[in-house]
Nanobody, 128 residues
Framework: QVQLVESGGGLVQPGGSLRLSCAASGRTFSTVRMGWFRQAPGKEREFVAAISGSGAYTSYADSVKGRFAISRDNAKNTVSLQMNSLKPEDTAVYYC?????????????????????WGQGTQVTVSS
């Protein structure tokens, strides 16, 4: 069992930055690959970024590559998403997710159904 709690969302102007954090508890965190997903109103939940259990490997959606950075601190059981150069189209509820069955990024990590545990979500609004 893994419990996830996100924080750090809010309202930001286009071009601004936000840092989302996700605190995890419940099992050995370093064995779990983590992901960030987002869902805008009327749209399906989409992949944003993923990180392997060790933190050595990361992957990003094309829409955020070069602007967002995922990281993790296994000593503190946290995963973060640094979001820079934000655009109005980044507006969504952002979710932290854990895939308890896999540690690496060998495949499947862009599919929300691969992830067993989800946080409650945090709203990010990019608007002037």
């Amino acid at each position: 069992q893994v419990q996830l709690v996100e924080s750090g969302g809010g309202l930001v102007q286009p071009g601004g930055s936000l840092r989302l954090s996700c605190a995890a508890s419940g099992r050995t965190f370093s064995t779990v690959r983590m992901g960030w997903f987002r869902q805008a109103p009327g749209k399906e939940r989409e992949f944003v970024a993923a990180i392997s259990g060790s933190g050595a490997y990361t992957s990003y959606a094309d829409s955020v590559k070069g602007r967002f950075a995922i990281s993790r601190d296994n000593a503190k059981n946290t995963v973060s998403l640094q979001m820079n150069s934000l655009k109005p189209e980044d507006t969504a509820v952002y979710y932290c997710a854990a895939d308890a069955a896999r540690r690496g990024l060998s495949g499947g990590y862009t599919n929300p159904s691969q992830f067993d545990y989800w946080g409650q979500g945090t709203q990010v609004t990019v608007s002037s």
